[in-house]
């Protein structure tokens, strides 16, 4: 099984414009005020990036209407949501993590967000959910 990092932690907020300045006060980043949205996750998202290019980020997301998977989680108040592990092949993960007991709840699907790579959504035995993104094939790490 190849390596995978830790490439974000996802926290559900009711309202990115109301809670990224807060958000990045409160953790001494930077946030660029860009907001994507992902008709395909029904979501908006804005990253808050670690201070060092190679660290894990933040990323807030919101409800992007009714059908949005986040939105009964925004609305009691939403939280800490999911671990993002970046990936060499996101099929050989899936079959990894299901070997270990996780389940497939979203199919890999484009994410506009990360420039069209394909991200999945698993929850493992221990109730964690977790994406995995497939990491950009010119940005395979040498040092894992």
């Known amino acids: 099984m190849a390596e ?16 990224a ?3 990045a006060r409160s953790l001494c980043l ?6 994507i ?16 290019a190679t660290e894990s980020t933040i990323e807030l997301v ?3 209407g009714p059908r949005s998977p986040v939105r009964k989680f925004a609305e009691a108040g939403g939280g800490l ?10 099929q050989a993960q899936i079959q990894h993590s299901q070997a270990a007991g996780a389940t497939l709840v979203r199919v ?16 493992t035995p221990e109730k964690l959910l977790v994406e995995y993104l497939e990491r950009a094939a010119h940005a395979v790490r040498k040092d894992l």
């Open 81 to 90: 949501h999911h671990v993002c592990y970046e990936v060499d092949d996101l």
């Open 30 to 35: 930077s946030w660029d005020g860009q907001v």
């Open 21 to 23: 300045p807060q958000f």
């Open 37 to 52: 949205h992902d008709p395909l996750q029904f979501v908006n998202v804005t990253f808050l990036p670690a201070n060092l």
């Open 108 to 123: 890999p699907l484009p994410a506009k967000a990360f420039d069209g790579r394909k991200i999945a959504w698993m929850v």
């Open 62 to 64: 919101e409800s992007a």
């Open 4 to 19: 995978s990092r830790l490439h974000h932690v996802g926290y559900v907020v009711a309202s990115i414009s109301g809670s």
